[in-house]
T-cell receptor, first 113, second 110 residues
Framework: EAGVAQSPRYKIIEKRQSVAFWCNPI?????LYWYQQILGQGPKLLIQFQNNGVVDDSQLPKDRFSAERLKGVDSTLKIQPAKLEDSAVYLCASSLTVGETQYFGPGTRLLVL | EDKVVQSPLSLVVHEGDTVTLNCSYEVTNFRSLLWYKQEKKAPTFLFML??SGIEKKSGRLSSILDKKELSSILNITATQTGDSAIYLCAVMDSNYQLIWGAGTKLIIKP
């Protein structure tokens, strides 16, 4: 069974630029999560989808971050404009449904200069 | 505010040693506690502990949940260099949200 796929694996941009990350969850998983993990900290949930609906986006900085999961499968997370403090690893995870074990993708390491 | 605290923050041991990692929590509506191993970037699932399953074991790894003390330990026996990683603890609340600890960085020296 294929795992969670993410791209790109690394991205370096300058502040005020925009960037987008892509995630393809495990087939059949209804719930998809985007996390931000800053060095030395645990993952912080940015947004959670159940199929193509948003369950929780309370910690998403909506002035600069946006995410969508239009067809209930793939998802994209965008940052526009990026700030220095957005430098982090962005992890995508999926689970069969809410409350089930979350499986993580390889992550995207973002560096904002 | 709900929180999960892991200790120690980092640990260096020699191959063959036994290590114990700690996780304590203050979560209003506890549902379960999970342990993940994070090498490079992606966390991989190790164990889920609940009120009905307070002890789990897989090979050299084992974990116990103490609901009275609001804590859990992760034991690794006969450590190997491949055990070097960050070990993350997370607590799931009644809304199925995960509250994460900052992790313990474990380094195994040959």
């Amino acid at each position: 069974e294929a795992g969670v796929a993410q791209s790109p694996r690394y991205k370096i941009i300058e502040k005020r630029q925009s960037v987008a990350f892509w995630c393809n969850p495990i087939s059949g998983h209804a719930t998809l999560y985007w996390y931000q993990q800053i060095l030395g900290q645990g993952p912080k949930l940015l947004i959670q989808f159940q199929n193509n609906g948003v369950v929780d986006d309370s910690q998403l900085p909506k002035d600069r971050f946006s995410a969508e999961r239009l067809k209930g499968v793939d998802s994209t997370l965008k940052i526009q404009p990026a700030k220095l403090e957005d430098s982090a690893v962005y992890l995508c995870a999926s689970s069969l449904t809410v409350g089930e074990t979350q499986y993580f993708g390889p992550g995207t390491r973002l560096l904002v200069l | 505010e709900d929180k999960v605290v892991q200790s120690p923050l980092s640990l260096v041991v020699h191959e063959g040693d036994t290590v114990t990692l700690n996780c304590s929590y203050e979560v209003t509506n506890f549902r379960s506690l999970l342990w993940y191993k994070q090498e490079k970037k992606a966390p991989t699932f190790l164990f889920m502990l609940t009120s009905s399953g307070i002890e789990k074991k897989s090979g050299r790894l084992s974990s116990i949940l103490d609901k009275k003390e609001l804590s859990s330990i992760l034991n690794i026996t006969a450590t190997q260099t491949g055990d070097s990683a960050i070990y993350l603890c997370a607590v799931m609340d009644s809304n199925y949200q995960l509250i994460w600890g900052a992790g313990t960085k474990l380094i195994i020296k040959p």
